[in-house]
């Protein structure tokens, strides 16, 4: 029992990574590729703007922040900003921002898969997997939340150092990096699984309009517009 509990570790913390990162890069591409009218964001604001404003801001606002959040923190080696900031203080940064990040984006995600399920204009023009894929974010950013409680029993960084040793390990293809959530709480080991998950199914959803993100115009030239005489 105890070796099948081992190499179901390895399964999903050394291996499940690079099968939904891999989904998640080809899967994209693909989509591009071969279903080009599908890449959309499927807004549903004209159904009914009821509260939308309020609920897809609060929602993208927090999901932004976490997002980077995590890519920043997690991938960031602890010598680069040792000299600048210690472990604890940046755990207790991270649990302050991220906390106010969650909250907003779990306000949205609710009121928005409320109207997902409960307005019948939306619900009617909704796939199962729009209904799926912001449920599964709200149970992710819930259980975000509710590592905050345990976080704050480890303030001296010791953990949030142990969870980007694996990340770092991941990203950079390096050797044994399920080894580095040994010994950590269920509740973040559900939470890296439900964030994997949500990169595996990201190219089957309306999530891939992400890629889309209109950067080119922070660059491009001014555009001279004339009055007509």
């Known amino acids: 029992m105890e070796s099948l509990s ?16 891999s989904v998640f ?45 995590h890519l920043v923190g997690l991938l960031t080696p602890h010598w680069a900003y040792a000299w600048i900031i210690s472990a604890g203080a940046k755990q207790i940064m991270a649990i302050l921002v991220g906390g106010i990040a969650g909250v907003l984006c779990f306000i949205g995600g609710v009121m928005l898969l409320w109207r997902r399920l409960f307005n019948p204009r939306v619900r009617a023009s909704s796939s ?9 974010l709200v149970v992710q950013v819930t259980l975000g939340l509710a590592t905050i409680g345990p976080a704050l029993g480890h303030l001296d960084g010791g953990l949030m150092l142990q969870l980007a040793h694996w990340a770092q390990a991941i990203a950079f293809f390096q050797g ?22 949500i990169f595996l199914v990201f190219p089957f959803s309306r999530l891939v309009h992400v890629w889309s993100l209109p950067l080119g115009y922070l660059f491009r030239r001014y555009q001279i517009v004339r009055r007509r005489a």
């Open 176 to 197: 044994g990096a399920a080894a580095y959530l040994e010994g950590v709480g269920w509740i973040y080991k559900v939470h890296i699984f439900i964030g994997l998950t």
């Open 128 to 136: 199962a997997m729009d209904t799926f894929i912001i449920a599964l």
């Open 6 to 21: 081992h190499h179901l570790h390895i399964l999903l913390f050394g291996i499940y990574p690079y099968i939904a990162v």
């Open 25 to 69: 890069l080809v899967g994209s591409l693909i989509r591009f590729d071969h279903g080009q009218y599908t890449w959309k964001t499927g807004s549903s604001q004209m159904l009914s703007s009821r509260h939308m404003r309020l609920a897809s801001n609060s929602f993208h606002m927090g999901i932004l922040v976490i997002f980077f959040g």
